[in-house]
């Protein structure tokens, strides 16, 4: 990862942070702002449809009363008390409460027994107790109904005006399915009753269990009336108000603020539960409106942050980076290197330390080229000094011989002549070759390439150094090859003379006979050739030196035949190496590029 | 003189103006009401004018001469044989047949016939059984063997000999005719309207705004339309009302019939739910008939219910009522009873058949004891001929029925009606069935 990245990464992880902290506090700040606001409407609503169940509680009071003073009542009760007989008035409560539009009504004769019961009129006969505990308020009672069910109604008792021994109606309003819609609602209001009894007839101390089907509404059964559940077994176990969140899809919006309202009857028990719940839609959505702006400006803010942040490094990291260039070109050999220099900071600082120091470099290096150059031509002059005055001292003794032999008798002058010009010749000869040689060094040929196999090429060098190896001393020589193509994009006269060069150091190598290996094989996109010989091998300090110009460790070498192996390898792109061990033979690896294809 | 020549004028007119007023007059309309169906029985306003039987109760109760004319038994009361009044005509023109008798007669109790075959030989109809029919003549001149020209009719309703037909039935009224042909002779009215499936409350405000003739009166009804001063006629009291009991399950049980028996409280439903009309019973035949009604207990035990239910668990038995509001009422009543000796029953609707329970009403007709009581059993779907003569042998007939809790009487009902002030001599048959044919209307010329 680049300094550059870095940076960037550190601002951007730094400023993002930051930014996340600051919108999760608002966020968070936001949450609670709504959920008050979510609980301060919920009570609002609650309390309102409190009232709105209150005022249904006096209407049924009032409804009761309305027919207790009804001429038409008070004369039944007249008549009833007077004659004793209940039959005439079987029907009377269902008329009543028809014309009051009251879902329960019975009227109880003095005795207690019911004279008309409008919700179950083959109950005459029978007493009605709730009348002796009830009072003028409204309450709740669960009514037994014809069919064997039971069905929850909002009950009010009045004793018929002027009736001694009383006469009193108990009647009432069912609170089911019908009740909940007639209650006035706000949009978004979600009104149910659960209504379920159990064995002990009263509430169940752990809130019982829940059964949906006895859940409705307004329009029947409750919708998602399950997730309800927990509230109303609270409600049922607790005997208080309770009130939750609901969410009744996995989608936020769709939730509800709902309470669970016990429904007692006089003695305590909890006859039913009404739930009141409020939408938290529009609250979820404008939260969420908030939300999604807070986000927007967070990622807004980071996004700008980001791009502060790629300005701010690019700022910090180019003139670090400039450096690094600037130093891996100096790596590379390109000492001429220079890096901008602005401001004044360290950095600055750094760039005119880096400038100056790549000056003082080809400075210096421009010096030893300079002295290398001057040390080469010394070199130079003393090898090819050297060499020539070999040959030259014999000249000048041959000439020396000769011009003391015309002093001579002709017939040994002549002897003497033949034998100094044959002298002559041969070291003029060898004074041609040295200059041939030096020639040779100068004026290395480009190779002209084209594909050919190093088994060729090694098999050529091989078939031409086993038969000249009879002359001298024993020298085996030994090939090694891969059986799989070696392909090589190379000149193949170069590539001879380069391993002929190498063979024939081997040879010299081993003046008491020996083995040279030739041995190539396929080494990734390369292909190694190995020269090796079992010869004395070399020094530390003979290897490092082995392929310079002029150094050689043979009594008559040039010190150019390996120069020009390692020329001609380099100009093959490939690369020459020597592994050697005093005593244990030298092995040089020629590694060149496979040909493709 | 003048004075006297005055009075003597005044008389006069006042006589024939008394006169006037005491003969009937053809033509008119009659408008009818009923709450239920003019086809239902046994007391189905139409059926009784549209079709008749071979024999029929006259309003003294005795059985008199149909559409035969005569009949008589032979071996034992194994074969009867009933001789068709001739010249009888079908309202469609088709002629009374002892064959067409023999089809109609067929086809009206299917497969549980009092009698083995019915076949017609000549103008006799002649009847055969393996089991004697010593009342064949009575049940005859039920409802149920009304004779009725099979595979003709108008809308559905096949063609009878009675004194009106049915020319249509459009917007629940059900519109019939005068027969001009009847062999009874032609009725007074031109026509009947029957409303049907009107509620009784109804049917008082149309009677008297005059947009209906004759309506109907419950029994339990009787006393507040006399209170009403309406113009009210009622039979005695000639509905049973009886539980009739199955005897599979539970109630295969005799000990369960007999707790249901005893934890029925009569009296509720005869002083509230009927107000004290006709007369509690605990008996088949009623009092006025048989003599002994008396000696069958109709108060309600519910310590012996008890006792006899005992730990039998019956589950929950089920229970219909036929009828108008006042029977389904009578059996919450009788639920209700039932579930304070630990007897739970549900109401299923009157339709449902096969209830473990049904509250019925039985028609008792005529004044001979042991064919009302053969009609009773036949009625119940228990063939079984009454031959006993003598009150001694009926009350001991009558209580070994009873005693296998079969039937439970209640309560003997008397049926009633209303008339408006146009309509004349309006009467009851002996079954309660209103006898329309003799009726007329008053403002008609």
């Not at chain 1, 009857?265 to 609250?283: C, D, E, K, Y």
């Not at chain 1, 010394?378 to 000048?396: G, W």
């Not at chain 2, 009304?146 to 559905?156: E, R, V, W």
């Not at chain 2, 309006?426 to 209307?441: H, Q, V």
């Amino acid at each position: 990862m680049s300094l550059r990245q870095k940076l960037l990464l550190l601002f951007s992880l730094t400023v993002a942070a930051a930014v996340a902290a600051v919108a999760w506090t608002v966020l968070l700040r936001i949450r609670q702002v709504f959920e008050q606001r979510d609980r301060d409407e919920t009570a609002l609503f609650v309390n309102q449809f409190q009232r709105e169940f209150q005022h249904r509680s006096a209407d049924v009071a009032a409804a009761i009363d309305r027919i207790a003073g009804q001429e038409r009542v008070r004369n039944m009760a007249f008549e009833l008390v007077q004659s004793g007989d209940a039959a005439p008035f079987l029907s009377e409560a269902q008329t009543l409460a028809q014309d009051a539009r009251l879902d329960f009504l019975e009227v109880v004769g003095p005795d207690g027994n019911i004279v008309s019961s409008a919700q179950w009129p083959a109950r005459f006969g029978y007493p009605e107790p709730a009348v002796r505990e009830a009072t003028r308020n409204a309450f709740l009672k669960r009514e037994e109904l014809a069919d064997g069910s039971t069905a929850l109604g909002l009950f009010a008792v009045q004793t018929v005006r002027g009736s001694e021994p009383a006469v009193k109606l108990i009647g009432g309003v069912r609170m089911d399915q019908a009740f909940l819609a007639d209650l006035p609602v706000v949009p978004g209001m979600q009104v149910g009753l659960y209504t379920e009894t159990n064995s002990s007839g009263g509430d169940a101390q752990d809130g019982g269990t829940f059964a949906e089907k006895h859940f409705v509404g307004p329009e029947g059964t409750m919708p998602g009336g399950a997730k309800y559940a927990g509230l109303i077994k609270a409600a049922r176990g607790s005997g208080h108000d309770a009130s939750g969140i609901l969410y009744m899809t996995p989608d936020r919006a769709d939730s509800v603020a709902a309470t669970a309202i016990p429904l007692k009857n006089s003695a305590g028990g909890v006859l039913a539960v009404l739930t009141v719940a409020i939408s938290r839609g529009g609250l979820v959505a404008e939260q969420q409106q908030v939300k999604a702006t807070a986000y927007g400006v967070a990622a807004g803010g980071i996004l700008l942050a980001i791009i502060f942040s790629l300005w701010i490094a690019a700022r910090v990291s180019r003139p670090v980076e400039e450096l690094a260039r600037a130093a891996e070109e100096v790596a590379g050999g390109s000492w001429d290197a220079r890096v901008p220099v602005r401001g004044r900071d360290e950095v600055s600082v750094l760039a005119r330390s880096f400038n100056h120091m790549t000056e003082q470099l080809e400075n210096q290096r421009e010096r030893l080229v300079q002295s290398e150059r001057v040390a080469a031509w010394r070199e130079l002059a003393r090898r090819l000094a050297h060499e020539l005055k070999n040959p030259l001292f014999p000249l000048q003794l041959t000439v020396e011989n000769l011009a003391r032999a015309r002093l001579l008798p002709p017939a040994e002058f002549d002897e003497v002549f033949n034998e100094s010009t044959q002298t002559l010749s041969m070291e003029i000869g060898n004074l041609k070759k040295i200059i041939g040689r030096f020639s040779d060094f100068s004026k290395m040929p480009k190779p002209e390439l084209e594909r050919i196999d190093a088994k060729d090429a090694i098999a050529r060098v091989r078939n031409l150094y086993a038969a000249a190896a009879e002359d001298g001393p024993r020298i085996e020589v030994v090939t090694k090859l891969e059986n799989a193509a070696m392909p090589l994009m190379a000149d193949p006269e170069l590539l001879h003379r380069a391993l002929s060069n190498l063979v024939l150091n081997a040879k010299d190598a081993m003046p008491e006979g020996g083995t040279v290996t030739i041995s190539a094989r396929n080494a990734g996109s390369n292909v190694e050739i190995r020269v090796s010989d079992t010869g004395q091998g070399m020094t530390p300090e003979e290897c490092e030196r082995l392929f310079t110009p002029y150094y050689t460790t043979k009594q008559h070498g040039t010190g150019l035949g390996l120069a020009i192996v390692q020329s001609v390898v380099a100009d093959h792109a490939g690369t020459i190496s020597v592994e050697s061990r005093e005593g244990q033979g030298a092995t040089f690896v020629i590694s060149l590029p496979r040909a493709k294809g | 003189m003048f004075r006297r020549l005055a009075i003597s004028l005044l008389l006069a007119g006042a006589a024939l103006d008394a006169g006037a007023r005491t003969r009937p007059h053809y033509g008119g309309t009659l408008h009818v009401e009923i709450a239920g169906d003019p086809w239902e029985r046994p007391t189905g306003v139409a059926r009784r004018l549209v079709y008749d039987g071979l024999t029929q109760f006259d309003a003294g109760g005795a059985l008199s001469p149909a559409l035969a004319v005569g009949w008589e038994q032979d071996n034992n009361f194994h074969r009867w044989q009933f001789r068709l009044r001739l010249g009888v005509r079908f309202h469609d023109g088709t002629a009374l047949t002892s064959a067409v008798v023999a089809a109609s007669l067929a086809t009206s109790c299917g497969s549980a016939c009092p009698w083995d075959a019915v076949k017609a030989v000549g103008p006799l109809v002649i009847f055969t059984s393996d089991n004697p029919m010593p009342n064949l003549p009575a049940l005859l001149a039920s409802d149920q063997f009304l004779i009725a020209l099979t595979g003709t009719g108008n809308g559905g309703t096949a063609a009878g000999t009675g004194p009106f037909q049915v020319t249509g039935f459009n917007n629940g009224v059900l519109s019939l005719a005068a027969n001009e042909n009847c062999w009874l002779g032609r009725p007074f009215a031109d026509a009947i309207e029957i409303r049907v499936r009107r509620p009784v409350r109804d049917q008082w405000l149309d009677l008297g705004s005059g947009h209906a003739d004759v309506v109907e009166v419950p029994a339990e009804q009787l006393r507040q339309a006399q209170q009403q001063r309406l113009s009210v006629i009622s039979s005695p009291p000639i509905t049973l009302v009886a539980l009739e009991l199955g005897d599979a399950g539970a109630l295969a049980n005799t000990n369960l019939r007999a707790a249901i028996a005893a934890a029925v409280d009569r009296s509720a439903l005869y002083n509230v739910i009927f107000q004290k009309q006709g007369e509690v019973t605990a008996s088949l035949l009623p009092q006025r008939m048989s003599g002994y009604s008396f000696l069958f207990p109709t108060e309600r035990d519910l310590n012996k219910a008890q006792a006899l239910r005992g730990g039998l668990a019956a589950g929950t038995l089920t229970m219909s009522a036929d009828g108008d509001a006042a029977m389904q009422l009578a059996a919450q009543r009788i639920a209700l009873n039932l579930r304070e000796s630990g007897i739970n029953v549900q109401m299923v609707p009157a339709g449902v058949r096969h209830a473990d329970l049904m509250l019925r009403r039985f028609t008792i007709s005529g004044n001979d004891p042991a064919a009302a009581l053969e009609r009773i059993l036949w009625d119940a779907g228990q063939l079984a001929a009454v031959s006993e003569q003598s009150s001694a042998d009926l009350y001991k007939r009558e209580r070994t029925i009873l005693e296998n809790y079969r039937i439970i009487p209640l309560v003997d009902l008397p049926l009633g009606y209303a008339s408006g002030p146009r309509v004349r001599d309006l009467r009851l048959r002996a079954d309660g069935s209103l006898d329309l044919a003799g009726a007329s209307l008053e403002d008609v010329r």
